[in-house]
């Protein structure tokens, strides 16, 4: 039940010897009206203010020779009903009266509005238990009968965090593995360019030795051409000896014989035999010396290039071994890179899908939190107007007690 709330001032008649106040009071939607004072006699009578929310109690001023002796000159009583409420009374030393027919009517009035009052409070109390009736009512229906379990959602939150762990293992693994890959490679790399810096330098040494090859071919060409020449010469010599002898034989031909007494000359033909013999030893020495020159510096050549032929062989097997792995790694390194494209993939496919359970799921919470935000609203406006409802039942039993009171006075 709403109450509004506002301080009405006192109110004091005095007329005479007698003086009677209005009691101050809360006004709610209750409202009483403010009855005219009467006189009678030598005093006066006011009505009080008549509310909800504040009431007074029941005070004597003086009371001559009991209540028999009479009334004071002034009676000032208010009805205070409400949250607090009460009557408020105060018999004040006055004139001696006794109450008249329009005090009768008064006090009938107050009483009427008293009962009125009370079958409101009545009233307020079924509309109270019904509203009550009604909220069990909806309790009943719009509450769970059990409180819902989320430790499924708890494990599959948990399962899905322990996935999402393994999976980012997972994927750390693999990126360890193509670090190591790559780092092998890289390995793999410089052992090419080393190997790739011999190669050169050993081709830069087969075309030193294919040069000095060709110098010594050259050479030997050179060489065989002398020794043709040397040979043409030889033919050339002979020839002109036996020219020459010829013609120291046609000289010395004929009839004519001249015997002189002189020393015995040389033997021509033995000194160009010997001579031949000398130019033919000297010549076969030459040749011989070539040749041997010529065929060490060939085997050595032939030794340096066999050696050079190995050697390009072995770094061309150990080049082609070398290509033959390189293309492995890198078959290798394409398809890791392509495994972690793919986890990464379905890493991402999977936070996602994950990521929208998660957010279903908090949603669901917010809705949960949100109802039981709602319930507890409810609960507390529930626990309000039970007090308001003891509050009430307490203002009941404290009129009543008042009225009580007040009867016992009247009589």
């Avoid at 009206?33 to 009505?47: E, K, L, P």
């Amino acid at each position: 039940m709403s109450c509004s709330i506002k301080r009405t001032s006192s109110t004091s008649y005095r007329s005479g010897g007698g003086v009677c106040g209005g009691g101050s009071g809360r006004n709610s939607s209750v409202s009483c009206r403010q009855y005219a004072s009467s006189v009678i006699g030598g005093g006066s009578y006011g009505g009080g203010a008549c509310s909800i929310g504040y009431g007074g109690g029941m005070s004597a001023g003086s009371l001559a020779g009991g209540f028999g002796g009479g009334l004071g000159g002034g009676f000032g009583g208010g009805l205070g009903g409400g949250f607090g409420g009460g009557f408020a009374g105060g018999f004040g030393a006055g004139g001696d009266i006794l109450l008249s027919g329009n005090e009768k009517v008064t006090m009938q009035n107050l009483n009427d509005r008293l009962a009125a009052y009370l079958d409101k409070v009545r009233r307020l109390e079924e509309e109270n238990a019904q509203l009550e009736h009604h909220i069990r009512e909806w309790y009943r229906k719009q509450a769970p009968s059990v409180s819902k379990d989320y430790t499924s959602y708890y494990q599959t939150i948990e399962q899905l965090q322990n996935q999402i762990i393994s999976a980012t293992v997972d994927n750390n693994r693999l990126l360890l593995d193509i670090d190591n890959s790559k780092m092998t490679a890289d390995d793999f790399r410089m052992k090419y360019e080393n190997e790739l810096v011999i190669r050169q330098t050993v081709e830069a040494d087969i075309s030193g030795l294919r040069n000095l090859l060709d110098d010594l071919t050259r050479t030997r060409s050179s060489l065989e051409s002398e020794l043709e020449s040397l040979k043409d010469e030889l033919i050339a010599l002979k020839r002109n000896h036996e020219e020459e002898m010829r013609q120291l034989q046609s000289q010395t031909g004929g009839d004519v014989s001249v015997e002189v007494n002189a020393a015995p000359g040389e033997d021509l033909t033995k000194t160009l035999n010997d001579l031949r013999n000398e130019y033919e030893q000297i010549i076969e020495k030459n040749r011989r010396e070539v040749e041997q020159w010529y065929e060490v510096k060939i085997e050595e050549v032939n030794r340096q290039v066999t050696s050079s032929s190995q050697d390009i062989q072995t770094s061309s097997h150990q080049l082609t071994e070398l290509r033959r792995e390189m293309q492995n790694l890198e078959i290798e390194l394409q398809a890791q890179l392509s495994t972690k494209n793919s986890l990464e993939n379905s890493l991402a496919e999977t936070e996602s899908r994950y990521g929208c359970l998660l957010q279903q799921i908090q949603g669901q919470i917010n809705s949960i939190n949100s109802e039981e935000e709602w319930l507890a609203s409810i609960r507390c406006e529930m626990e309000s107007q039970n007090q308001e409802y003891k509050m009430l039942l307490g203002i009941k039993t404290r009129l009543e007690q008042e009225i009580a009171q007040y009867r016992a006075l009247l009589q």
